[in-house]
């Protein structure tokens, strides 16, 4: 098999051909293998590589779903025994991890050949994949852009035809945002579906969740068979629907009645190409015969970043501590910006952690309320097109000033300066949609419908009610017969 035969297949395909022996394990982790080392020197999608690990269990006889097809997984609370799991950082480096992550273990007995792990920033903190340790990931649509974060690495080497799918997570748009950028289909399951176990019951209050980026919608729902089979140890048991997950491809959606808008929730620009790739989608929503029209669910959007951000600067001190406890470390080993985010939450006092979660419910009532006349939410997934590399990095300056302040206690003071407000808009603006399903626990989509004219990749998000991840494929499924995007390829890199 040539690589542009290889490329021209989902997961599912390639899981076919070895089923019917038309190829063989080994041969297409050979040629994953060698696409990564081809390729990843100029988008630096891995952190680490387990190459003799995918060999092994390439030679193995195939079996499952997705028998022998190669697969990467996100560095970030995805963890392979025996492998360190970094988050994006250095310390974590040299700490191995014990045992597999149910995730993992549901990926393994699946067949797939797992032989690596993607970028992620630390602790997977950032709309953007960038850090001290492992530098920047960069967009093969145009490398001098992020793929997106937390799971930009994973974005970069599906959409640069590394593997055909690849772990990924969402925790604030961890999925979404990435897929925006690469040009891919990414679903964040509502919450509880999918286990983070079992080290992890209910990940960041439950607005976290695992699963992957593809660039067909059968692979993600095939996927989504796999890893929604209940954990006993879970918090908590979340229904599936009595067919497959895999069956929404082919059976179209009822007619649906969407509701769209463009408006950032923060109040921020949304530039011209996120709004047209709206009315666009909306546009091909209603050739489809569905019913689009403007309509929001009248969210605070600006509170509701405030209380995201308490409940995630308290989520970071807590990890930053834990690292430093299990490496010996400090603080200061790790990024500036995670010190800052950390600190800040270490001066969030407990009664107001609490009211920030609890105003969480009153954000899902609204939108329960939308969902009560409209069957989703459209909007941009992205504000604006791919961030260039290095637009929200500390300046130098501040890299060298906040340390020895952070040292002395001045997270609270940090909090109410203009830097730190600048600091959570530079992460927001660009991305205000995804959030709100990760605080509401519901499903929400990427679906790449949408091209700039410069040719990059700029996506729309759907949000969808309770329940609603098989009516959110069936749709996603249907879009992408109208508007085909698996064959749409970047540019190949640069060869030195």
Request: charge should be neutral.
């Amino acid at each position: 098999m040539r690589f542009d035969e290889y490329r021209g297949y989902d997961a599912v395909g390639l899981a076919d051909l070895v089923t019917r022996g038309e190829v063989h394990p080994a041969e297409l982790f050979r040629l994953a293998a060698d696409r990564c080392a081809e390729v990843d020197p100029a988008i630096n999608a891995t952190s680490l590589l387990m190459e003799q690990n995918g060999k092994e269990l390439a030679e193995r006889e195939p079996a499952g779903p997705f028998g022998g097809v190669p697969f990467l997984i996100k560095d970030l609370n995805q963890d392979y025994a025996g492998y360190p799991t970094s988050a994006g950082t250095g310390p974590l480096r040299s700490i191995r991890a014990a045992a597999n992550s149910t995730v993992v273990q549901r990926w393994l007995d699946a067949g797939l050949v797992i032989f690596g792990k993607t970028t992620t920033p630390e602790f997977g903190s950032k709309a953007i994949t960038e850090t001290r340790t492992f530098g920047a990931t960069r967009n093969p649509w145009d490398p001098t852009r992020t793929p997106g974060g937390s799971s930009g690495g994973s974005a970069a080497a599906v959409a640069a035809g590394i593997v055909p799918m690849a772990g990924a997570s969402d925790g604030g748009g961890s999925i979404r945002i990435p897929a925006a950028c690469t040009g891919l289909f990414g679903l964040k399951p509502g919450r509880g579906l999918v286990t983070s176990g079992p080290l992890v019951g209910d990940p960041l209050f439950g607005a976290a969740s695992e699963g992957v980026l593809s660039r067909s919608v059968r692979d993600t729902a095939a996927m989504l068979d796999i890893l929604s089979v209940p954990d006993p140890g879970a918090p908590y048991r979340v229904s599936r629907p009595d067919r497959p997950y895999r069956d929404a491809v082919t059976e179209p959606p009822r007619r649906l009645r969407i509701g769209f808008t463009a408006r950032s929730p923060l109040g921020t620009e949304v530039s011209a190409d996120a709004v047209r790739a709206v009315t666009d989608a909306a546009t091909l929503l209603e050739s489809l015969g569905h019913t689009v029209e403007s309509a929001d669910p009248g969210i605070d959007g600006r509170r509701m970043a405030v209380d995201f951000m308490t409940v995630w600067t308290a989520q970071s001190a807590a990890r930053l501590a834990q690292a430093c406890r299990v490496t010996h470390s400090s603080p200061t080993d790790f990024d500036v910006d995670t010190q800052v985010l950390a600190a800040v939450g270490r001066a969030v006092a407990a009664p107001a952690l609490m009211q920030a979660h609890a105003r969480w419910n009153d954000y899902t009532r609204a939108l329960a309320d939308f969902h009560n006349t409209h069957d989703l939410l459209l909007t941009p997934t992205l504000a604006e097109p791919p961030l260039h590399i290095g637009r929200n990095r500390t300046p130098a300056p501040a890299r060298t000033v906040l340390p020895p302040l952070l040292r002395a206690g001045a997270g609270r003071i940090i909090a109410r300066t203009a830097y730190y407000r600048g600091l959570v808009t530079a992460n927001l603006a660009a991305v205000p949609f995804t959030q709100l399903a990760n605080i509401t626990g519901r499903p929400a989509m990427n679906v790449p419908t949408y091209w700039t004219p410069g040719g990059l990749p700029l996506g729309v998000q759907f949000v969808g009610p309770l329940g609603s991840e098989y009516l959110l494929l069936q749709l996603a499924a249907e879009i992408e017969t109208a508007r085909p995007w698996f064959d749409r390829h970047p540019p190949e890199p640069a060869r030195n």
